[in-house]
């Protein structure tokens, strides 16, 4: 299935409740289980939150990883760096297995990850390893630097948020944070090629589960399990 484009530029509003909805079913019907869609929503809505751009990433994403299997995307996981199977890791995959190990992250262990797509879809998982634990928690690549807590996010360095790739990603706990910045808005903008994109992989959803739409990629792909 192809994916309609939209007026560029011209920007439509959206609540985040909207934004995270859009997200979950977006990410299902690219392929991923509930369970991990339900992520993808909660993490665009979560960068929206925060004045990124949560649904323009999580678009970018679907995108970069449709019709890709998910074991080329899932870190394999190790004393090591975090590796891919044969694909650029995928952040809400890699980011669900970081919350899996929080306690271990606030215990001091580092976690180095190899290349990223998207990174800073990574963002909200740290945010919810700080949370969990109490522990700031800091994201580093190349020139950038994020440091997560509870209340919010700090971005230092050059790299832009819709930064594409980034190599040898790293996330472990630190001592103290600096001021973040806190979530404060309730709704944000979205470019309406961003939103015709995401409501195409949305639709997926409503296509009848036939053999042919499972191959297609409709409800089938990325997910590992059900």
Known sequence: MGIPTATEGRLMSFSL??????????????GYSWGLAEEAGKAARWLAAHDLPGPELLAELLIRNDGREYETLAPVIGDGKWKAGSDLLCPLITGSALCDRASEISSGRKVELSAV???????PFAAGVAELTGTPVRLSWADAELTLTA????IDGSTTALTRRAENVRCEAVDQACPVKAAKIAGRTVDAETWTRLAAFAHRTYAPATEAS?????????????
Not at 215 to 226: C, E, F, R
């Open 17 to 30: 409740n909207e934004i995270a909805s859009m997200g979950k079913r977006a990410a299902r019907g690219a």
């Open 117 to 123: 797509a998207m990174p800073m879809l990574l963002a």
């Open 151 to 154: 209340e919010g996010i700090a």
């Open 214 to 226: 499972r191959l297609a990629g409709a409800g089938a792909g990325l997910s590992d399990s059900d």
